[in-house]
């Protein structure tokens, strides 16, 4: 029976974290070896990803990402985790998928720059637990999303754009889901290191970027950091300083989203601002399209992007933060 790590854990304050340890493990081990056709070598996956799990949530107490008002909520979220499942060895490209609340880990990942596979297992079992976690906004977004496409005006724009679907839309909030998961992933993995997260570095990726550098300092996904932040910034909301750093911006970007009213509040601010509407839709599907291209271009989507694309795109959406972030004209 799964052993629990720490003793914080009672029945009072957390109602059902124990159990579904316990249960998790059961059910995950059964269908391992129900499928495993007797070969139990990767197993031992499974009791890593649940000691990382129950680390995870202790992790975002320690973190001050989640708060007295928010645990329960995202308690609730995380005991939806039904099951963990062992990535087939053909489909071990993928760090760890979730699907339908069933998360498929690889039990075959690499170091990563400083990341010990320890390190590497802790982030990624992290980044899908954020998923489940999001979930809760996720598919309200993508019922916003549908909604801001059925105004004509909005529908205009976008065809102006190249962009004539409620998809790209969606995938605007999708980037933002994936940026909030891996921060928090990296949060939670650096505590655990006991070290400070790596500083903010230029990098280049001349298939999805050309020429253009992008900074991040995150060990997965960096390519899309720094557009959530800029987007981050003119979600009125957020109260970012134009001083703030990007870590602190992304900070209270991940803790507005764990609260799970995150798409209730952007609906509020463009009901109390609906000349910001525009440009809203403008950001999140070129955002759409900037993660479109890079999964086509990276190999997980199945058309052809590329990195002039993806600057064509980069170039009006950077304009428009820079409008919201210049000193004059500051927030939504
Ligand atoms: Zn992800």
């Known amino acids: 029976m799964y052993q629990i790590q720490y003793s914080i854990w009672n029945e009072k304050d957390f109602p059902g974290f124990q159990k579904k340890l316990v249960d998790l493990e059961e059910v995950s081990k059964a269908y391992y070896r129900d499928t495993a056709g007797g070969n139990l070598a990767e197993a031992h996956s499974i009791d890593t990803f649940l000691h990382d799990f129950e680390y995870y949530y202790l992790a975002l107490f320690k973190a001050h990402l989640i708060t007295k008002e928010n645990f329960r909520n995202v308690l609730d979220q995380i005991k939806k985790v039904v099951a963990v499942k062992v990535l087939p060895k053909d489909a071990r490209k993928y760090f760890a998928l979730t699907y339908q609340n069933q998360i498929y880990i690889n039990p075959d990942l690499k170091p990563v720059r400083s990341l010990t596979p320890d390190d590497m297992y802790l982030m990624v079992h992290s980044h899908e637990l ?191 933060t820079d409008s919201y972030t210049s000193p004059s004209k500051k927030g939504y």
């Open 130 to 320: 954020g998923h489940v976690i999001n979930n809760q906004w996720v598919d309200a977004s993508f019922h916003y999303a549908n909604t801001l496409y059925q105004n004509p005006r909005v529908q205009g724009i976008l065809r102006n754009m190249g962009l004539s679907s409620a998809s790209y839309l969606k995938d605007g909030f999708c980037l933002l889901d994936e940026v909030v998961v891996q921060d928090v992933a990296e949060r939670v993995t650096y505590l655990k290191k006991g070290q400070a997260r790596p500083l903010m570095e230029s990098r280049n990726d001349k298939a999805i970027f050309g020429l253009n550098s992008y900074r991040t300092n995150f060990n997965l996904y960096g390519e899309f950091q720094k557009i959530a932040v800029r987007f981050a910034r003119t979600l009125s909301f957020l109260h970012c300083e134009v001083q703030d750093s990007d870590d602190e911006v992304l900070r209270k970007l991940d803790i507005a989203a764990f609260r799970g009213d995150f798409v209730a509040r952007i609906e509020r601010e463009l009901e109390f601002h609906p000349d910001k509407i525009d440009s809203f839709v403008i950001l999140l599907a070129t955002m759409g399209k900037i993660k479109d291209s890079t999964y086509q271009i990276i190999g997980l989507s199945a058309s052809k992007g590329s990195s002039v694309i993806v600057n064509s795109y980069l170039s009006p959406f950077e304009q428009i």
